[in-house]
């Protein structure tokens, strides 16, 4: 059984340029969640995607936003990158919509300069 | 508004001894609570979790005490050892509904540092 694995492991953007962030869930599993870790700070939950569509959101701006295939894998994108954008992104995927534990993925540590 | 609280940073326990981990959460719609575990450059992993309806859950040297009264819950390791020195994030889960099947959306704390010291 393969784990949740999120590429590219690190990346480095210019403010105001677009990022595109991959991750692959959890053979079996259909439920993605994206989370943003700040430094010195817990994950924040940004959004979930439950077959395709988006399930949840935080309280994030609109230029986050996302995408789930049929195969379960999943985008986050962000547009007109913010320096305060640095962090980083963590990737979670669930069995099921309704279940409560989430495995995640290594991060994607960006950095906007 | 931090609703889930971690209020120490780090801890410090000596090999073999036992490893207290609190946590303080504010919203009482919170039914069911993690512990996830973290070392540097890797994810989150789940460690244990317990559901409001219980007080206690135990495994192996991991154990989880909830007191829904108090808002508080507590991770327990004996004994401690080298290997369980990295990062601890309480995290707790409310189930909310959005625009279709509703789901579980989790809250973390800031995280407590454990070193343990051989």
């Known amino acids: 059984e393969t784990g949740v694995t999120q590429s590219p492991t690190h990346l480095i953007k210019t403010r105001g340029q677009q990022v595109t962030l991959r991750c692959s869930s959890q053979?079996?599993?259909?439920?993605v969640s994206w989370y943003q870790q700040a430094l010195g700070q817990g994950p924040q939950f940004i959004f979930q995607y439950y077959r395709e569509e988006e399930n949840g959101r935080g309280n994030f701006p609109p230029r986050f936003s996302g995408l789930q295939f049929p195969n379960y894998s999943s985008e986050l994108n962000v547009n007109a990158l913010e320096l305060d954008d640095s962090a980083l992104y963590l990737c979670a995927s669930s069995p099921t919509v309704m279940n409560t534990e989430a495995f995640f993925g290594q991060g994607t540590r960006l950095t906007v300069v | 508004d931090q609703q889930v609280k971690q209020n120490s940073p780090s801890l410090s326990v000596q090999e073999g001894r036992i490893s207290i981990l609190n946590c303080d959460y504010t919203n009482s719609m919170f039914d069911y609570f993690l512990w996830y575990k973290k070392y540097p450059a890797e994810g989150p992993t789940f460690l244990i979790s317990?559901?409001?309806?219980?007080d206690k859950n135990e495994d192996g040297r991991f154990t989880v005490f909830l007191n829904k009264s108090a808002k508080h819950l507590s991770l327990h390791i004996v004994p401690s050892q080298p290997g369980d020195s990295a990062v601890y994030f309480c995290a707790a889960s409310a189930r909310f509904t959005y625009s279709g099947a509703g789901s579980y959306q989790l809250t973390f704390g800031k995280g407590t540092k454990l070193s343990v010291i051989p």
């Open positions: 317990i559901s409001s309806i219980k």
């Open positions: 053979s079996g599993h259909n439920t």
